[in-house]
């Protein structure tokens, strides 16, 4: 079964700090992967996405990931955080099945930002 | 357009009650989702459908849950009897084309909490 790993379950860092979460799955074949955000109080939105392409994706707010497809991995990165930045974090992979697709969500990071 | 618009927000109920939790799409999105997220499990896919027709349910828990899409505005999920372990926030999606390579947007959630 397609699974998706969020590494850190909560973390807490400062105003300016860089932030990187990791994310792995496992499926050996081609897969979408896709980062989420929510807001605390809000709902989930897009981060940013990769299909094909540069395995470097750039999505909104100044997050980026990169895929490594050798590693099975998706992380996310921000170089420096802001207390807005403060939100839970879910990694999404979309892979075929049958003759449709299954999106799997990780468990979430929950990240604290503080001022 | 005012995105995925989900109500109640807030739902407190009584075990045993019947529980009807309401989504409207975006207009011109042909896939709807339904996810419930709990601290204990995630984001779980409960069902979607595809031009109004469920296409996999294999996420519903049990029987007491089921759900509808009688036209391409709107689509229920209904828990009946609720009980206390169905307490969750539960998110309606929406996307266009296929689901593999589309984003999903997110409504807002409902909060369920059965006593």
């Known amino acids: 079964a397609q699974s998706v790993s969020q590494h850190n379950h909560h973390v807490i860092l400062s105003e300016a700090a860089s932030l990187e979460l990791g994310c792995n799955y496992s499926?050996?074949?081609?897969?979408?992967l896709f980062w989420y955000v929510q807001y605390p109080g809000q709902h989930l939105q897009l981060l940013l996405k990769?299909?094909?392409?540069?395995?470097l994706v750039k999505g909104i707010k100044g997050f980026e990931a990169e895929f490594i497809k050798s590693k099975f991995s998706f992380n996310l990165r921000k170089p420096s955080v802001q207390w807005s930045d403060t939100a839970e974090y879910f990694c999404?992979?979309?892979?075929?099945?049958?003759?449709?697709?299954?999106?799997?969500f990780g468990a979430g990071t929950t990240v604290t930002v503080r001022a | 357009d005012a995105g995925v618009i989900q109500s109640p927000r807030h739902e407190v109920t009584e075990m045993g009650q019947e529980v009807t939790l309401r989504c409207k799409p975006i207009s011109g999105h042909d896939y709807l989702f339904w996810y419930r997220q709990t601290m204990m499990r995630g984001l779980e896919l409960l069902i979607y459908f595809n031009n109004n027709v469920p296409i996999d349910d294999s996420g519903m828990p049990e029987d007491r849950f089921s759900a509808k899409m009688p036209n391409a505005s709107f689509s229920t999920l209904k828990i009946q009897p609720s009980e206390p372990r169905d307490s969750a926030v539960y998110f309606c999606?929406?996307?266009?084309?296929?689901?593999?390579?589309?984003?999903?947007?997110f409504g807002p959630g409902t909060r369920l909490t059965v006593l």
């Open positions: 999606a929406s996307s266009t084309g296929r689901w593999g390579t589309d984003t999903q947007y």
């Open positions: 990769y299909f094909s392409g540069d395995p």
């Open positions: 999404a992979v979309n892979v075929p099945s049958s003759n449709d697709y299954k999106l799997s």
């Open positions: 499926y050996g074949g081609t897969v979408n």
